[in-house]
């Protein structure tokens, strides 16, 4: 029979340690990364690898350049680029939930035929209410853009809505600012807007 000192003692304190609150609110984990990444809590931060966990209410954090894939579900990935700050409001797998992008460049990918979520990001921008399988959000030409290459998404800004379909562009010069006319962008523009997250 083991001595009860330091065994009794690592017994308690794995007893009387809590869990953290997000513990059964995870929504996804992260798929890849490649440079240095955090998670933050009002009270709490820590570092995150390739495999790590995160949870609703964390703010994903990327220093400079820095490239990151989060999967949210089985399907969802949102790619990241440098400098961003991610914060995941709510995620419910299969149904969608709300995220809000406070700075640098996101890519939404789901794959062609997934079921729809309804899944809105807000930000600066606005709100974009997502019907796309693949947009990017981020800066471009010196303005916040919105680009789908797959689907279509709802961009709604200064009190008014644009729609974007495949191939289709729009920016915002800033807060409260009204979405600009839809455009569709060159090849050249697209690569220089994916180059940011891939």
Do not use: C, Y
């Amino acid at each position: 029979m083991p001595r009860s000192g330091p065994w009794k003692a690592m017994l308690l304190a794995a007893l009387i340690l809590p869990l953290p609150a997000a513990a059964q609110d995870r929504a996804g984990d992260v798929d890849s990364l490649f440079g240095l990444a955090s998670a933050a809590m009002p009270k709490a931060e820590r570092n995150l690898s390739a495999g790590d966990a995160v949870f609703i209410g964390e703010t994903v954090v990327t220093a400079a350049q820095t490239r990151m894939s989060l999967r949210l579900g089985s399907v969802t990935r949102i790619k990241l680029g440098e400098n961003v700050r991610l914060r995941i409001d709510r995620h419910l797998v299969g149904i969608g939930g709300t995220l809000t992008l406070m700075n640098g460049p996101i890519l939404f990918d789901r794959p062609s035929g997934s079921p729809p979520e309804s899944l809105r990001i807000r930000g600066d921008f606005g709100v974009i209410a997502v019907r796309g399988t693949r947009f990017f959000v981020g800066p471009s030409q010196g303005k916040l853009a919105v680009f789908v290459d797959r689907g279509a998404v709802t961009v709604t800004s200064g009190g008014a809505t644009v729609a974007l379909g495949p191939g289709e562009g729009t920016e915002v010069a800033g807060r409260g600012a009204k979405p600009e006319a839809v455009r569709t962008w060159s090849a050249a523009r697209i690569a220089d807007a994916f180059g940011l997250v891939q």
